[in-house]
């Protein structure tokens, strides 16, 4: 019985331990957006096996895990350890326990952590501030319907940053959002420690009164974290960061009762109007003569598109004067305290008849946002002074009857140079086509095969003389001289030198050809000689097989 106990014992001894796992995390009490890392580390673990994390997804989001492979040192003695480092992102506030994680057969302890919301965090002077978190800020809160809101979004870090960094976008229903120029970046201090800052400006514009909720946004970098301790030699590692903006509600106030009905709302900082003439409108004007209204509207906190056109401050039409409006100047200015819109409308004014004008006053209302009263702006109102012309009243198509004693003609200068230059100019063109159609009519010539060549258009396809006439009207040569040859060979068993020699012409249409495959000239090789000559060399074989044939036949007349 002893001796079965000391083998039991022996062989509990001898069989390996149940590999242990020890977890820790960076901190246990954070403020709700910041994310912590719970490192797990196991000295008997290999580097294929995996932690079972499914048991922390019901209170924490993993952003990221990563493993490394380490050596340490206990007792003199050196021993491979595993580490995984998880980075958790609580889902709620208040006191949240991060379960045991199963690793093989080992399992790890519960940790306890304290998640402060961000009123609680305000409140508590002990909790030290994250690495990283935003600030936002309005500059109202109860703002106009269809004014503007100035929104600042501070990003702060105490960490350096790589350059992975996002905010998500800014989409609010029924708001129009407009960025206002590109993020700042600058450095200040927050309790003796150094803070980089990213600065985001938006300008609001609620379309429509009531409550208005402004959504959070989400900011992701990568923060750069510093080596290990146990491992000096090794490269800085990269920590996913994760933080949110608070969301915001804002009371949008809708139009004053006190606003005049039937003025466009104007909610902004400050308005100014003014207007410009050309010519000037105090002088004597002469019937038929047109004046150039200029009216530029600026205002801060208002788009281009917000502001009123020129038509709906000019009022009634004035008889006896025609309006014809141009097309408006729309420019927006971006700056620190928001959008600055610029509207400028152009009208050109005719005066059709003598006398006294008067354009009344105009008035433009706004609501001035900083002192929440109503303003208005007014153009004081122009008499137009207009004088007869005689030469406006000769061309406006009166009805009334012309007395013929009355009719003056004017002299100018002689037109007939004009008539003489056109003329000639005229007659130059129409030399200018002629030269150029009898050119065309020339070069259809050339191009045009001769009648006799049409004794060739029966010859089997295949036949190196029709081969070399098709090539010829096409003008290839690298095909011409190809289809020469093949053709020589047929005539002569000496080949083409034989023929080119008993031939001149044949020669020298060679010799052409020659240069145009090999380089020596650049014009464009022309077909129509080769095929000439070609064709005399033919039309002398027939007369010679003619010729053969008569003497044939008066040697042996019986046959």
């Known amino acids: ?28 009490r954070l403020v709700e957006g910041e994310a912590l890392e719970l490192t797990l580390e196991s000295a008997a673990a290999n580097r294929f096996s995996r932690p079972e994390l499914d048991a922390l997804e019901e209170h924490f989001v993993i952003q990221n895990t990563r493993q490394l492979s380490l050596i340490s040192q206990l007792n003199g003695r050196t ?36 998640v402060l919301s961000a009123e609680e965090a305000a409140r508590d002077d002990n909790v030290q501030m994250a690495p990283v978190f935003i600030d936002t800020e309005m500059d109202t809160e109860s703002p106009y319907v269809q004014a503007q809101v100035l929104m600042t979004l501070r990003i702060y870090h105490s960490v350096s940053l790589y350059d992975d960094s996002n905010l998500s976008g800014l989409d609010i229903p029924d708001t129009r959002v407009e960025s206002l120029g590109t993020p700042r970046q600058y450095e200040r201090v927050i309790n003796g420690v150094r803070h980089g800052v990213i600065e985001v400006r938006y300008a609001l514009f609620p379309q429509s009164s009531g409550e208005l909720e402004i959504p959070s946004q ?30 915001i ?38 019937s038929g003569e047109s004046l150039t209204r200029s009216l530029s509207i600026e205002a801060d906190g208002l788009s281009a598109n917000q502001l009123p056109p020129l038509a709906s401050l000019t009022g009634t039409e004035v008889d006896g004067l025609r309006q014809y409006a141009d097309q408006p100047k729309l420019d927006n200015s971006i700056s620190e305290q928001g959008v600055r819109g610029m509207r400028q409308d152009s009208a050109a004014l005719l005066v059709q008849k003598a006398g006294e004008f008067l354009l009344p006053a105009q008035t433009l209302y706004w609501w001035d946002t900083q002192a929440d009263q109503l303003q208005q702006l007014e153009l004081d109102a122009i008499t ?55 050119l065309r009519q020339r070069l259809q010539l050339l191009d045009k095969p001769d009648a006799d060549e049409e004794i060739f258009d029966t010859v089997v396809q295949g036949n190196p003389l029709a081969d070399l006439q098709t090539a010829c009207r096409a003008n290839h040569p690298a095909e011409a001289r190809k289809a020469l040859e093949s053709w020589a060979r047929q005539q002569d068993a000496e080949g083409l030198i034989a023929i080119t020699q008993r031939h001149p012409e044949l020669a020298d249409a060679l010799d052409d050809l020659n240069a145009s495959l090999f380089g020596q000239t650049e014009s464009h090789w022309r077909g129509k000689p080769l095929w000439r000559a070609v064709r005399m060399v033919v039309q002398s074989q027939k007369r010679q097989v003619a010729e053969d044939s008569n003497t044939l036949e008066s040697l042996y007349p019986n046959v």
Request: glycine share 4%.
């Open 79 to 114: 021993q491979p350890v595993t580490r995984w480092v998880i980075t958790l992102a609580p889902k709620r506030t208040g006191y949240v326990v991060i379960p045991p994680v199963i690793l093989d057969q080992a399992r790890s302890e519960p940790i306890s952590l304290h």
């Open 249 to 286: 509600v804002l009371q949008v106030k809708p139009v004053p009762d006190s606003y005049p009905a039937n003025a466009p709302w104007l909610p902004a900082r400050s308005v100014t109007l003014t207007q410009t003439w050309q010519p000037d409108p105090t002088i004597n004007l002469l």
């Open 1 to 28: 019985m002893i001796r079965r106990l000391m083998i039991l014992l022996c062989v509990l001894l001898s069989s390996p331990a149940v590999a242990a796992i020890e977890a820790s995390v960076d901190r246990t």
């Open 384 to 438: 137009l002074n207009v004088m007869a012309s005689d030469s406006f009243a000769a061309g406006s198509g009166s009805s009334e009857p012309v007395n013929g004693n009355d009719v003056q003609l004017l002299e100018g200068p002689p037109v007939w140079p004009w008539q003489l230059a056109c003329a000639v100019l005229a007659l130059a063109l129409s030399l200018c086509l002629l030269a150029l159609y009898r």
């Open 218 to 247: 989400l900011f992701s970098a990568t923060t750069l974290q510093p080596r290990d301790a146990t491992s000096p030699f090794s490269a800085r590692n990269g920590r996913l960061v994760q933080v949110r903006s608070p969301s």
